[in-house]
């Protein structure tokens, strides 16, 4: 029997014979394993990227969002908000797991001031907002609870806002209008950045939550609020203030048992794992529509393994005669096919790297090359070889020697 490094020896010769057409049987697992790495990398990078902007937010925090009344007959009516600033006074003190509950009210406003104007996002809440989203006041300060309780029409700005009208002027103590109602900017928040969702958090402007009621927006409930933003005191009493919110709003708001709640109250862990979870379900099929290339390339090699075996049938008559066996021509066409689908892996695998970093360059994607994907791309390349060669090498080890030397 022939050793292994001779049996390559002879392989890599044949395939350097015809050096056009083995590059072509390559191409398909090239593209084949670039894809697959790319895709991996960038749903990586997805993920890495949602875990850290849904960490900057805190992972002990909670939002409760408004549910919609029953209206006759049982028919949801989605258009009353059930929540009030006095259900997030209470949560704050009732809940012993909860340590700050901010309520938001708002909506978009044009911003004017001088001749400048911004389009913009208005959050009315109360002090508390800032603990909850770990937010801090480059300059100035935060409104008080007395502002609050006396509908002040004062304002605190994101650094966007105040690049955009103010420039290089000092924005504290200037009057801006807001939905021609004059304000009076007391602060200027800390650069924040993007949220979790790509939403620049700096533009923005926050404004007692009672004046956004009562001066800058219409309620269709004395009172009401569009969320209450909660932050317990630890991670790990974080579904001990989500139980105990969804009790005191229940008897709050007087719901029966059995009833369903008229609000709803979203766990950041869970977000986080639900975004991530459907990152990952989207590179899995990505991933999955990329390894059918594999398997095209795969079909490539051993069709052109089946017409190598055909083009040299005279030398495998000769090699029969000299005293090869029948395991030692398997053996070299098998070993063909896997040298072209390892080189062809290799050389997807520089690809995919290098189309992963120009990705993240050119549109600034998060990407992460995990030695798993290298590992995975090599090694299922490497069986596409053999499953699609070992065919080939099967046949041309059943040629009849005699046959095989007199085939023209």
């Known amino acids: 029997m022939i050793s292994i490094r001779e049996t390559a020896s002879i392989s890599f010769r044949a395939l350097m014979a015809n050096k056009m057409r083995s590059a072509l049987t390559m191409l398909g697992i090239i593209i084949g394993v670039t894809a697959v790495i790319m895709m991996f990398a960038i749903g990586s990078g997805a993920n890495r990227q949602i875990s850290e902007r849904f960490s ?24 009353v908000n059930t929540l009030t600033v006095e259900d997030a006074a209470a949560i704050s003190s009732e809940c012993p797991a909860v340590a700050y509950a901010a309520p938001t009210y708002g909506g978009g406003a044009q911003v004017v001031y001088g001749n400048q104007n911004w389009s913009t996002s208005i959050t009315g809440t109360t ?42 002027e000092d924005p504290l103590g200037k009057t801006i209008r807001v939905r021609n109602v004059p304000m009076i900017v007391v602060g200027v928040l800390g650069e924040i950045g993007a949220n979790a969702m790509g939403r620049d958090q700096d533009d923005v402007i926050l404004v007692p939550v009672t004046t956004a009621q009562r001066r800058l927006f219409s309620t269709s409930r004395t009172g009401s609020v569009s969320t209450i933003m909660v932050k317990a005191r630890s991670a790990e009493l974080l579904d001990a ?23 709803s109250v979203r766990n950041m862990a869970q977000m986080v794992e639900n975004a991530k979870a ?96 290298i590992v995975l791309a090599f090694g299922f390349s490497g069986l596409v070889g053999i499953f699609f060669g070992y065919y080939p090498a099967w046949k041309a080890s059943l040629l009849n020697p005699i046959d095989a030397l007199r085939y023209e």
Request: proline share 3%; hydrophobic share 45%.
């Open 241 to 263: 203030a989500q139980k105990q919110v969804e009790s005191l709003l229940r008897m709050r708001h007087r719901i029966r048992p059995g009833n369903e709640d008229d609000f």
């Open 56 to 79: 900057s937010m805190g992972s002990n925090m909670l939002i409760v969002r408004p549910g919609a009344d029953q209206g006759p007959g049982g028919v949801r009516s989605g258009a």
């Open 278 to 373: 459907a990152t990952r379900t989207m590179t899995l099929l990505l991933t999955a529509v990329a390894g059918v290339s594999l398997l095209v390339g795969g079909i490539g090699i051993m069709n052109i393994m089946l017409v190598s075996v055909t083009e040299r049938i005279r030398e495998i008559g000769i090699r029969m005669a000299l005293g090869a066996k029948k395991v030692d021509i398997r053996l070299q066409f098998l070993v063909e096919a896997l040298i072209l689908s390892l080189v062809g892996g290799t050389t997807g695998i520089l690809l995919g790297t290098g189309g992963a970093m120009a990705v993240s360059g050119a549109f600034g994607w998060a990407v992460e090359i995990s030695p798993f994907s």
């Open 127 to 168: 002090p508390d907002y800032l603990f909850v989203q770990e937010w801090t006041v480059a300059s100035g300060t935060i409104f008080t609870g007395q502002d609050v309780r006396s509908a002040t029409k004062v304002c605190v700005i994101g650094q966007t806002i105040a690049d955009n009208l103010f420039g290089n």
